[in-house]
């Protein structure tokens, strides 16, 4: 197994790839060690000392290290968690997991214009999160402010900021007018 490794617009946040399906669809997100019960992936990879974070997209696996520690410290041990769990035949996520599917529901008024948000977010936006390791969700539409929330390679981020006010919302804000702003969210 040839596990590739891409670097990320975080610093603090490497991308892996191990060239096989990790989730498959959807996304999980594990921002602690505590969070990590159900995956055994997610165990294996927070085992590593210097760990602060473990998100897995549909082919890639981003992992998060602590302020202070190095990438030349810590990744042959990332790299032999990965590998390690893919020939062990271990399932990613365990029994009742399962992955999110980065919507929450929304009914009401609003419900075609909340479409409208998911169907570009899904389109355009996640693809591109995605390339970078991270992913976005889906969190409410009020008074024409677009709720989101940053995951992976993108929580923490320096330009997840700049992402979210210039990027994602200039695409909603020229595609649906009844968007005015973007706002992040810490779940």
């Known amino acids: 197994m040839f596990i ?4 990320t617009p975080n610093p603090a946040t490497l991308k892996f790839l191990p060239g096989q399906a990790v989730l498959g669809t959807g996304t999980a997100d594990f921002p602690s ?3 990590a019960d ?3 992936l997610a165990k294996r990879i927070f085992a590593v000392s210097g760990i602060t974070g473990v998100f897995f997209g549909a082919d890639f696996v981003t ?5 202070g520690v190095e990438w030349d410290h810590i990744k042959p041990g990332i790299l032999g968690a990965i590998m390690e769990h893919f020939q062990s035949g271990d399932p990613v996520l365990a029994g009742e997991a399962t992955a999110a599917s980065g919507h929450a529901e929304h009914t009401g008024e609003d419900g075609e214009i909340v479409d409208q948000i998911k169907e570009l977010l899904d389109t355009r936006v996640r693809p591109a999160v995605a390339q970078d390791g ?3 969700t889906f969190h409410g539409f009020d008074r024409g402010v677009v709720y989101l929330h940053m995951q992976g390679a993108c929580a923490g981020c320096p330009s997840s900021t700049l992402t979210l006010k210039m990027g994602i919302e200039n695409l909603l804000r ?3 007018p009844e968007v005015t ?3 992040p969210v810490a779940v």
């Open 181 to 183: 702003e973007v706002r």
């Open 63 to 67: 992992v998060t290290k602590a302020d």
């Open 174 to 176: 020229h595609y649906i």
């Open 33 to 35: 060690a505590d969070a």
């Open 4 to 7: 590739q490794t891409e670097s």
């Open 38 to 40: 159900a995956s055994p």
């Open 134 to 136: 991270g992913d976005i």
